[in-house]
């Protein structure tokens, strides 16, 4: 099989599902005015995304940047998929510190929540996991591009799955007062994977913010308390 951004394309043109391409733009919000306008669909499902990835992990990188400036969000995602392969796979620390470095540089094609939240910690969290200096997460989190904001915020996952939560709870804390709630809505998942590790340390940070946290960041950091604890947080914040 040929290693080529063709090939991959090719197949995933094999796998498309026209209800999926057709639904997938209202789903993914690719309509005028909407935050992802312009957005292209083959119509493929992740698993098959997945699957067609694990086929061509050994594509090169020069073909893998071919996949992540391609105009359809299947070829982009999927590009993704083989990078977190290579990086994955790979135990030199050289290559996958170049992999994070050609990861934080193509953050204009990671512009989709779902392509985001598919690749931030399984790249760039999981290389800083082993790091004393996290300081591109404040640059990520600063920046103006929706994106790597979001970025940063999900790269914590991998400190969180190790039982490390300063690091969330420092950019949770700066994420209150964001405009978005695509911020909101994933500085929530983070907040409630820390209540999986730690439920006492959620606990400390709601009883101190819930009052003027955004309301689709609270929900989501309670969704998985008892009821009674959901709506004594939610009568903090009326």
């Given at each position: 099989m040929?290693?080529?951004?063709?090939?991959?394309?090719?197949?995933?043109?094999?796998?498309?599902?026209?209800?999926?391409?057709?639904?997938?733009?209202?789903?993914?919000?690719a309509?005028?005015?909407?935050?992802?306008?312009?957005?292209?669909?083959?119509?493929?499902?992740?698993?098959?995304?997945?699957?067609?990835?694990?086929?061509?992990?050994?594509?090169p990188?020069?073909?893998?940047?071919?996949?992540?400036?391609?105009?359809?969000?299947?070829?982009?995602?999927?590009?993704?998929f083989?990078?977190?392969?290579?990086?994955?796979?790979?135990?030199?620390?050289?290559?996958?510190?170049?992999?994070?470095?050609?990861?934080?540089?193509?953050?204009?094609?990671?512009?989709?929540?779902?392509l985001?939240d598919?690749?931030a910690?399984?790249?760039?969290?999981?290389?800083?996991?082993?790091?004393?200096?996290?300081?591109?997460?404040?640059r990520?989190?600063?920046?103006?591009?929706?994106?790597e904001?979001?970025?940063?915020i999900?790269?914590?996952?991998?400190?969180?799955?190790?039982?490390?939560?300063?690091?969330?709870?420092?950019?949770?804390?700066?994420m209150?007062?964001?405009?978005?709630?695509?911020?909101?809505?994933?500085?929530?998942?983070?907040?409630?994977?820390?209540?999986?590790?730690?439920?006492?340390?959620?606990?400390?940070?709601?009883?101190?913010?819930?009052?003027?946290?955004?309301?689709?960041?609270?929900?989501?950091?309670?969704?998985?308390?008892?009821?009674?604890?959901?709506?004594?947080?939610?009568?903090?914040?009326?």
């Amino acid at each position: 099989m040929p290693l080529s951004a063709a090939a991959v394309k090719r197949e995933l043109k094999s796998l498309v599902n026209p209800e999926k391409a057709a639904f997938y733009p209202r789903f993914f919000k690719a309509g005028p005015g909407e935050y992802a306008e312009g957005d292209q669909f083959l119509g493929v499902v992740v698993p098959n995304q997945r699957k067609t990835a694990r086929k061509f992990r050994g594509l090169p990188r020069a073909e893998i940047q071919k996949l992540l400036d391609d105009p359809y969000h299947e070829c982009r995602l999927t590009g993704l998929f083989i990078l977190i392969d290579q990086f994955e796979k790979t135990k030199i620390q050289a290559d996958r510190k170049s992999i994070v470095d050609y990861y934080l540089s193509q953050t204009d094609a990671v512009n989709h929540w779902d392509l985001v939240d598919a690749s931030a910690h399984k790249i760039l969290g999981a290389w800083l996991v082993d790091q004393t200096n996290r300081n591109v997460l404040e640059r990520l989190s600063e920046s103006s591009n929706l994106w790597e904001q979001r970025m940063a915020i999900v790269a914590t996952y991998a400190f969180i799955r190790r039982g490390e939560l300063d690091d969330t709870l420092k950019l949770a804390e700066a994420m209150l007062d964001h405009p978005h709630d695509l911020i909101h809505k994933a500085t929530g998942w983070m907040l409630r994977e820390v209540g999986k590790q730690q439920l006492s340390v959620l606990e400390q940070f709601l009883h101190q913010h819930a009052p003027h946290m955004p309301r689709t960041m609270l929900r989501y950091a309670i969704e998985k308390m008892p009821l009674a604890q959901r709506q004594a947080f939610l009568q903090m914040r009326a």
